[in-house]
Every structure is written in C-alpha cells, then in structure tokens.
C-alpha cells in the first residue's frame, strides 16, 4: 500500500512541477512577444517629434501663404492630416496597451498571444503610418522651398 501511496504522491509532485514549468515557458513567450512589439514601438516613437514638426511646418506655410495652388493647398490639408491621425494613433495605443502580467488573471496563454499579437499589428500599422507622414512632410515641405 505505500509504495501505492508513494507512487501517487510523486505523480501529483510531477504533475504540479510539469505545470509551472509550462506556465514559465508560456509566461516566456508572452514576455518575447510583448518585447517584438515594444521594439516595433521604441523604433517609431522618437520620430514623433520630427512628425509634429513638419505638421506644424505645413500648418504654418498654410496659414502664411495664400497663393498656393488648390492642389498643392489639398496635398498639404491631406498631409497634416494623415500626420494628426498617426500621432493620435501612436498616443491611442500607448494609452490603451496592457502589459501581460496585467491580463494573466482573466485571460489564459491563447488569448494574452492573440492580444499581443494584434497589438504588434497595431503598432506597426502606426509605424508605417508615421513614416508615410515624414516622407510625405518631408516632400511637400521641401516642394515650397520653406
């Protein structure tokens, strides 16, 4: 009867062992994730202040320069705009991000992956869209010899 016993008590030790190790190894990939998508963000991040500043650079040429022609004039309006939704998207995310120690206790492995899956997405979505901005910033401002 107690090497039963004992034979049990040492399957149930394993069995829990074997649970924290796959909780550990899930933990991890979470962990590798959320750090791919951060990465995404810090490339991006420090573009903002160049993206605010050929919005404003637009902005102003707009205000001071009534001769534009209509097309150049809808080109650069399109631009500050496309500039204002990038960086409200970049401030959106930030905002609305949850790390995933935060969401372990009401979501399992699966459902924190898929959530960082689609923030990884999210993120670099804006990346490309501030990019865009830049080049396109860039361009417009340079176009008007300003």
């Known amino acids: 009867m ?9 399957l149930l030790l394993l069995t829990l062992l074997g649970c924290g190790n796959e909780k550990k190894a899930q933990e ?4 590798q ?35 534009l022609a209509a097309d150049v004039r809808a080109q650069m ?6 500039m204002t939704e990038a960086e409200e998207g970049m401030m959106d995310w ?14 399992d492995h699966k459902a924190i992956m898929a959530y960082l899956s689609q ?12 990019k865009s901005g830049i080049e396109t910033g860039k361009t417009l401002v340079a176009a008007t010899g300003k």
């Open 77 to 82: 309006e399109t631009a500050v705009a496309q």
């Open 28 to 31: 991890a990939e979470q962990v």
């Open 119 to 130: 923030e990884k997405e999210k993120i670099s979505e804006v990346g490309v869209q501030i």
């Open 33 to 67: 994730l959320r750090s791919e998508l951060m990465a995404a963000h810090d490339e991006v991040m420090p573009m903002m202040g160049e993206l605010t500043s050929l919005a404003g650079q637009l902005k102003q040429i707009l205000q001071a320069d009534s001769t």
């Open 2 to 10: 107690k090497p039963l016993f004992y034979t049990l008590v040492s």
């Open 94 to 107: 930030m905002a609305n991000f949850k790390q995933p120690e935060s969401l372990r206790a009401e979501m």
